[in-house]
């Protein structure tokens, strides 16, 4: 299993970025997918997930401003990220984590499969 993020830079207030996260040894259609976000001095926090129905979930902070999307043919998920606030500067990580998992604040990278992040810093 791998998991490649990339997409990540530095963006003002308002802005957009569109992360992605190529996936090798699985399928991402057949698998639940999280993207999860550590800011500076913070815990590492779930931010979205999409079932294998394709069904998305997302935290409160980021509902109506991020989507998260896959694509089968190419075996790599997305995170579009609008309307961009300094809050949401972190670096963000792909993981496979079944939906059971969804919804921490605390992960630890020492367990399942994550990459290697990508930093989006969103600053005037």
């Known amino acids: 299993v791998q998991l490649v993020e990339s997409g990540g830079g530095s963006v003002q207030p308002g802005g957009s970025l569109r992360l992605s996260c190529a996936a090798s040894?699985?399928?991402?259609?057949?698998?639940?997918m999280t993207w999860a976000r550590q800011a500076p001095g913070k815990g590492l926090e779930w931010v979205s997930g999409i079932h294998n129905d394709g069904t998305t979930f997302y935290r409160d902070s980021v509902k109506g401003r991020f989507t998260m999307s896959r694509d089968n043919a190419k075996n790599t998920v997305y995170l579009e990220m609008s309307r961009l606030q300094p809050e949401d500067t972190a670096i963000y990580y792909c993981?496979?984590?079944?939906?059971?998992?969804?919804?921490?604040?605390?992960?630890?990278?020492?367990?399942?499969?994550w990459g290697q992040g990508t930093q989006v810093t969103v600053a005037s």
């Open positions: 040894g699985f399928s991402v259609n057949t698998n639940p």
């Open positions: 993981a496979l984590m079944p939906p059971g998992a969804w919804g921490s604040d605390n992960y630890s990278r020492k367990f399942g499969n």
